[in-house]
């Protein structure tokens, strides 16, 4: 991806003051903006990025959501970095042609056949996790039952010879540190696994890209918890709700 001029890329993503948080709050400024401080981030950050640090184009996204959670001055704003980071990237888009040409699978379809062809292929993502997931949870069970057995075994071999004893002690505990050892890693895995769906869902739900900006200085960067919700969002909503 070319470097991209500093002029443009402030109007195309409409970026704050300096060192301001690039969230959104409810109202209370006049134009719903943050106004609170980000030490050492903030619009010069993401700008300075990429004039100095082309991307690859698909490492746009990931690349926008670490600016945008870097971007925002504390945890009770950090639900809105999906919702900043698709909206950038709806902008680079829309505003550097070039990017679609470069690469096909860049293309934004807004149409209600392409929005529908997205949210179908994030219901199987999510889907494909959940089956995933259902899948471990019922390996953990076996391999439970497994070192139970094994456990129950040990104690049949216990006597009255202390050198057997000293030994099933040992066995015992080798086997109880990886019964610990299992657990924690798949457990790891397992949360891992519902992260990355929480994840899923919420890109679901807030309809990843606004589709709808189109006059860049037509000022319509209300509250993003405001904005209208159309017939086709809603049903796409009440999709994602159905999952769980």
Same mark, same amino acid.
């Given at each position: %991806? ?12 409409? &970026? ?11 109202? #209370? ?10 030490? #050492? ?13 082309? *991307? ?8 926008? %959501? ?5 971007? &925002?001055? $504390?945890?009770? =704003?950090?639900?809105?970095? @999906?919702?900043?980071?698709? =909206?950038?990237?709806? =902008?680079?888009? #829309? ?10 699978? %860049? ?29 471990? /949870? ?7 039952? @497994? *070192?139970? +057995?094994?456990? =129950?075994?040990?104690? $049949?071999?216990?006597?009255?010879? /202390? ?5 099933? $002690? &040992? ?8 019964? +610990? ?8 895995? /397992? ?9 899923? *869902? ?7 890209? +606004?589709?709808?900006? +189109? ?14 919700? @159309? #017939? *086709? ?12």
């Amino acid at each position: %991806m070319a470097a991209i001029d500093l002029p443009r890329l402030s109007r195309l993503l409409r &970026l704050p003051d300096k060192n301001r948080c690039i969230g959104y709050q409810d109202k #209370k400024t006049s134009d719903g903006s943050c106004i609170n401080p980000v030490e #050492k981030h903030g619009a010069e950050r993401i700008i300075r990025y990429f004039l100095t640090d082309p *991307l690859p184009e698909k490492q746009l996204h990931r690349v926008l %959501m670490d600016i945008a959670s870097t971007s &925002l001055c $504390g945890d009770h =704003r950090k639900d809105q970095v @999906t919702y900043i980071a698709n =909206r950038w990237e709806t =902008r680079i888009r #829309k505003g550097y042609p070039e990017l679609i040409e470069h690469d096909p699978d %860049m293309r934004l379809d807004a149409s209600p056949e392409g929005v529908a062809k997205d949210l179908q292929t994030t219901i199987r993502r999510v889907n494909g996790a959940i089956a995933a997931l259902a899948e471990l /949870q019922e390996d953990m069970k076996d391999v439970d039952a @497994t *070192l139970g +057995d094994v456990q =129950r075994a040990l104690n $049949g071999l216990k006597g009255n010879d /202390q050198s057997i004893k000293n030994n099933v $002690g &040992l066995l015992e505990k080798t086997v109880s540190t990886m019964k +610990d050892e299992f657990r924690r890693k798949l457990g790891q895995v /397992q949360k891992n696994m519902e992260e990355k769906l929480r994840d899923e *869902l919420e890109a679901l739900q807030e309809n990843q890209f +606004d589709v709808s900006d +189109d006059d860049e200085e037509e000022d319509d960067d209300d509250d993003f918890e405001s904005r209208p919700t @159309t #017939k *086709l969002r809603q049903t796409e909503m009440a999709t994602a709700q159905t999952l769980f």
